[in-house]
């Protein structure tokens, strides 16, 4: 049951991508709409291969709001096939397209997922596990976007980056389901800060005003984002007396 | 000296305020599904 379900969402994200590379094809040709088809699909296939592993260990059923949440990864899967295309204008068809993904995958999705699962009594670990990886491959893929086509210095890759480097070194003490259960107050409004910023730098209507406001805000909210990181690595550390 | 187009201007301003629409309407929703 656990496969049939895994493989209907597979069938659902992938065909998601088949409109957008027909389109990439249509605006940049092609060589770039090809390369864009496999590295969209080979994102999505190694994500569900992670997504089914993960449900059969824990032996847990995959819901219709589980396939929202991993419609997240779609979206990072999208962003990334634009990587692989080789287009890099954030005013032309595939920079429009990246910065939709990410707004669904950061806004649409991550806003609705959990209220929908509360609502509809579907929550589970396995859930929790999807939305929180899921955030933060989106957050990753999308500061590397940010900083190839949306002019953000590669600095801003560093926090991503070590959210995933402090999590393997916190998981060899804990278990994985130790590291973020006290996370602080603070850490949504510095994720929100960080993802805005991605959002204004990628903006295919962004000018010069947008521009100004990214300069200014990212010597700020990048540090911030990775001071924060450690911070939470260093509580996970603290609170379990490590 | 540099000018402006005053057309991407105008541009980007729609392009904020619409996002900012999109942003309110899926924040009302999120609260209505919240809503006990």
Not at chain 1, 113 to 134: F, I, N, Y
Not at chain 1, 201 to 213: D, E, H, W
Request: aromatic residues 8%; charged residues 15%.
């Amino acid at each position: 049951m656990v496969v049939g379900r895994l493989a209907l969402i597979n069938f659902g994200l992938l065909a998601a991508s088949v409109p957008a590379t027909i389109a990439m094809r249509r605006h940049h040709g092609p060589i770039a709409a090809g390369r864009f088809a496999a590295g969209s699909m080979l994102a999505i296939l190694a994500q569900q291969a992670l997504v089914g592993m993960a449900a059969s260990r824990r032996e847990a059923r995959l819901g219709a709001v589980d396939a929202m949440t991993l419609s997240r990864g779609a979206a990072a899967a999208l962003l990334l096939g634009v990587h692989a295309s080789g287009v890099r204008c954030r005013t032309g068809f595939a920079g429009w397209l990246g910065w939709a993904s990410l707004v669904y995958g950061s806004i649409v999705c991550d806003w609705l997922d959990g209220p929908l699962a509360r609502r509809l009594g579907a929550t589970s670990p396995l859930g929790a596990l999807l939305d929180l990886e899921g955030d933060s491959w989106l957050t990753l893929v999308t500061a590397s976007s940010a900083v190839t086509w949306g002019g953000l210095p590669g600095y801003c890759v560093v926090a991503p980056l070590a959210r995933y480097a402090l999590l393997l070194v916190a998981m060899r003490r804990i278990p994985y389901e130790r590291v973020y259960v006290d996370e602080p107050a603070w850490a949504r409004p510095l994720g929100i800060a960080q993802m805005l910023l991605f959002t204004a730098a990628l903006a295919p209507f962004g000018a010069t005003g947008t521009r100004l406001v990214v300069r200014l805000a990212t010597p700020i909210v990048a540090p911030f984002q990775l001071l924060g990181t450690v911070l939470i690595y260093r509580r996970s550390q603290r609170v379990l007396g490590i | 000296m540099k000018s402006h187009d005053p057309h991407s201007h105008r541009a980007e301003l729609i392009g904020w305020a619409a996002f900012l629409v999109f942003v309110a309407a899926v924040f009302g929703i999120r609260r209505a599904l919240d809503r006990r």
